[in-house]
């Protein structure tokens, strides 16, 4: 046992002295290096030497930097979970200025874009907005937003934070009226000034500022800020891009900030970073040339309503020539009678009559070339006595040939060419049948068919029979029916009464129907008759007189109807060949002298006379007569004048 | 191009508006002095190395010895960064030397040491003049100037962008 273990040890100390030939002096370092890493404090105190220059080197790779993200997110994520409370007043003091920060931005943005739809509302931009609205469907409120979202960001300034020194300047295309460096050291100055003023600490810079239409962005860096001058309206993702782009300046030229000359300015990277800083979004509204453009659009849309109006105009008094065209065409048209013309459901409408036997409307129009449409026609049914159209009318009844003319001649119907001798008989009777034709004359035409050896037929010795001719008579002398017609010795008796005008018409010519002449003598035999005993009426009628030779006023009136009744007398028997003579005796009672009385009775025949002949009367027919004065008593029944009457027939 | 911040700074009505009108064509209103306390402008000096471009930060009258520190308190906001100082005093009034001189080195203790030099002015006034100049260290040129009538204006300028074109 006791050999076991000295042969143990005895192997031992064989193997550290082994290890101590081989190794020798790095057994002393590796046991302190064991020691290092077995030891917690110095293995934290190593890890702390290094840390930094990880976290260097991890932000300097977007992988690294990825990984150690995660387990960070999900750390905090963790804490929050857990102690909510606690990290709730931990964010407490940046909450209520963030919170408020971006109300302001919110309201500001709404306020720009409601200044522009209002800037627009009327402008043809602002038109062609609200046709897009109606197209898309999209509120019109919506699409001036989505227009007026456009900003240009025009200049920006990097300047360093405590000297107020330009660090480098990029601008769009205007140039700043003073110097850059008078400007951002100003800025600064204004800056400062602020913060002075309201007491607010560094840390709580000026972030923004109004300049009319243009918008001042300070981008506050801890050793520059980055000034950028903007036209429009930035959205607020720009101040992010912007604070973005002023972090990678700080990174990439934070250690030359400090720099007096303007080597910096001059580093192509900054100025590509001071380039980008330009930011924009195109928007017509800046746009000066498009600008320029709106009176010239005005311009043409007024041209445009000006050429539609006259266009328009023209176009109507073209129609209304045409209207009036077509409304004097039918006015003037035979067998036509317009009555109205009117507008109505757009189309102009003609109304009144039209003979059946006149063409078509439509017809006529294709004729002179005229287009139908736009015209409507409402014609009633009418027979026209217009010679042109009966006659039309008759050639197309009767069937007769083309080259068969009508004519008529003093109510004479006079007829040329071939007839048909169904057509020949039917003309003949028209004669009297029509209100127009009296008599047909077919003495220029010949019958159709005929001998080649007849060439006319005479029609003249056409006969009626007594009742056609009778009948025919009493239709076209329109005889009352006081009148009577009778047939006798071969002719056409005419007896009875009637007023003597219709005599005198009527018996003016020698009418015959058929070869049945018309005999008005026993007419006119009855009429003298009848005239004669009128003028006995009137004869023998008596005027009274006063004591000298003023009428009575009853004589007076009896006077002034007695001499119209006279004059008419006098007037029909003139006509009816009948030879009246008047006598006018004046008469006195048998007061006074001789000589007295003799004046007297002449005076009162002449006031007589002169009133028959005021009434129309021929004085030829006037005499006078004055019967022998006899002196007596007063009378006053003999104070008068008494009209005498006779008439005869003239040989 | 080297351009560095060039605060004027001074006792009240010292003349330091008056010299930079001299020197410069003015780009701001000098309303922003009543306002802001401050006005800026800017020329160029053509050294003998390389032309330097002055940002000339004109400030209001201010005094560290009086007991309204309001103004004092202003402009040191604005004389953050500055590379240079102009310190300008009235030959006439000796107070206004310890006032600039007392500006300079509040700044230079709170900072950093940057160059200065010093403008007494008003020496058209010689009659009235009681400048004491012993006080000045051997660091801070001085230069007798007159905004009246320009003398040694622009030289004073001129020697301030020497230095800065050397540094």
Redesign the interface.
């Known amino acids: 046992m006791t050999t076991e273990k000295q042969t143990e040890q005895q192997r031992k100390d064989d193997l550290e002295r082994l290890q101590k030939l081989l190794l020798g002096e790095d057994r002393s370092r590796l046991n302190l290096l064991d020691k290092r890493i077995s030891e917690f404090e110095s293995r934290a105190a190593d890890v702390a030497e290094v840390l930094p220059h990880v976290f260097e080197r991890i932000s300097k790779d977007p992988v690294l930097e990825a990984e150690l993200e995660k387990p960070m997110v999900r750390s905090m994520r963790s804490a929050i979970k857990r102690d909510a409370p606690a990290f709730a007043e931990f964010m407490f003091p940046v909450m209520g200025p963030a919170i408020r920060r971006a109300v302001a931005d919110a309201l500001k943005s709404l306020v720009q874009r409601i200044n522009a739809a209002m800037e627009h509302s009327f402008s043809i931009k602002g038109l062609r907005w609200r046709l897009e609205a109606a197209r898309s469907g999209v509120p019109f409120a919506q699409i001036v937003l989505g227009h007026t979202m456009r900003f240009a960001v025009q200049e920006a300034f990097l300047i ?7 660090l480098a300047h990029a601008h769009r295309d205007e140039n700043l009226v ?2 850059e ?2 400007v951002a ?2 800025l600064t ?2 800056q ?2 602020i ?2 003023s309201l007491g607010m600490s560094p840390d709580d810079p000026l972030r923004s500022a109004e300049l009319g239409d243009r918008t001042m962005w300070v981008i506050n860096g801890p050793e520059a800020i980055l000034a950028c001058i903007i036209s429009g309206a930035p959205p607020r993702d720009l101040r992010d891009e912007l604070m973005a782009l002023l972090e990678s300046i700080h990174a990439r030229y934070g250690e030359r900030f400090h720099e ?3 080597a910096l300015a001059k580093e192509s990277g900054l100025r590509l970073l001071m380039r980008q800083c330009l930011r924009e979004e195109l928007d017509e509204k800046h746009s000066s040339s498009k600008r320029s453009k709106a009176p010239i659009y005005w311009s043409l849309a007024l041209a445009a309503l000006l050429i539609l109006a006259g266009w328009a105009t023209w176009q109507e008094s073209q129609k209304r020539q045409f209207e009036s065209r077509v409304i004097d065409l039918f006015r003037s048209q035979p067998g036509y009678v317009v009555s109205s013309s009117r507008r109505q459901d757009g189309a102009l409408l003609i109304e009144g009559l039209r003979d059946p036997s006149t063409p078509p409307p439509d017809a006529i129009l294709t004729t002179r070339g005229l287009p139908q449409q736009g015209l409507r026609f409402r014609f009633k049914p009418f027979l026209s006595l217009e010679p042109a159209i009966v006659l039309q009318g008759l050639h197309s009844s009767l069937g007769l040939e083309n080259s068969t003319g009508l004519e008529l001649k003093d109510r004479t119907l006079v007829v040329n060419g071939v007839l048909q001798s169904n057509q020949a008989e039917n003309l003949t009777r028209l004669a009297g049948a029509h209100p127009l034709i009296n008599a047909v004359d077919l003495s220029g035409t010949k019958l159709a068919g005929a001998h080649p050896l007849i060439s006319a037929v005479d029609l003249s010795g056409t006969r009626l029979n007594a009742e056609e001719a009778l009948r025919l008579a009493r239709r076209q002398l329109g005889a009352p029916d006081t009148v009577e017609l009778t047939l006798l010795d071969g002719r056409i008796m005419v007896t009875g009464y009637s007023d003597i005008s219709w005599y005198l018409e009527q018996s003016g010519e020698l009418r015959q129907f058929g070869e049945w002449k018309v005999d008005f003598e026993p007419l006119l035999g009855g009429l003298r008759k009848g005239l004669l005993a009128d003028a006995e009426k009137l004869n023998e009628s008596v005027f009274y007189f006063t004591r000298l030779d003023s009428l009575t006023a009853q004589s007076e009136a009896d006077l002034q109807v007695f001499a119209q009744q006279l004059a008419s007398l006098m007037q029909s028997s003139d006509r009816l060949g009948v030879d009246m003579t008047i006598t006018l005796i004046g008469q006195v009672d048998g007061t006074g002298t001789a000589e007295q009385n003799a004046l007297t009775s002449r005076k009162r025949a002449q006031l007589v006379r002169d009133r028959l002949i005021r009434s129309g009367i021929d004085s030829n027919k006037l005499l006078f007569e004055y019967p022998a004065w006899v002196s007596g008593s007063e009378n006053l029944a003999e104070r008068r004048v008494i009209v005498r009457i006779s008439g005869e027939n003239r040989s | 191009m080297k351009s560095a911040k060039v605060c004027m700074v001074g006792a009240f009505g010292v003349g330091k508006t008056s010299l930079v009108r001299r020197f410069v064509h003015q780009q701001f209103d000098e309303r922003y002095h009543t306002t802001l306390g401050v006005k800026i402008d800017t020329r160029i000096v053509e050294t003998s190395n390389e032309p330097v471009k002055l940002v000339l930060w004109d400030m209001e009258g201010a005094d560290p010895f009086e007991t309204d520190k309001r103004p004092l308190t202003r402009i040191q906001s604005y004389l953050k960064g500055a590379h240079a100082f102009i310190l300008v005093t009235d030959g006439t009034r000796p107070a206004t030397v310890k006032t600039a001189l007392g500006l300079y080195h509040d700044f230079c203790r709170n900072h950093q040491y940057i160059p200065a030099i010093m403008l007494a002015n008003k020496a058209d006034l010689t009659a009235e003049w009681r400048f004491d100049d012993s006080v000045l260290p051997d660091t801070i040129n001085l230069y007798q100037t007159s905004a009246l009538d320009g003398q040694n204006v622009e030289e004073a300028f001129m020697a301030l962008g020497e230095i800065l074109a050397a540094l």
Do not use: E, N, P
């Open positions: 360093a934070r405590d000297t107020g020194m330009v003073l110097d460096d008078a050291a100003m100055a204004i400062s000034f913060q002075d007096t000359d303007d």
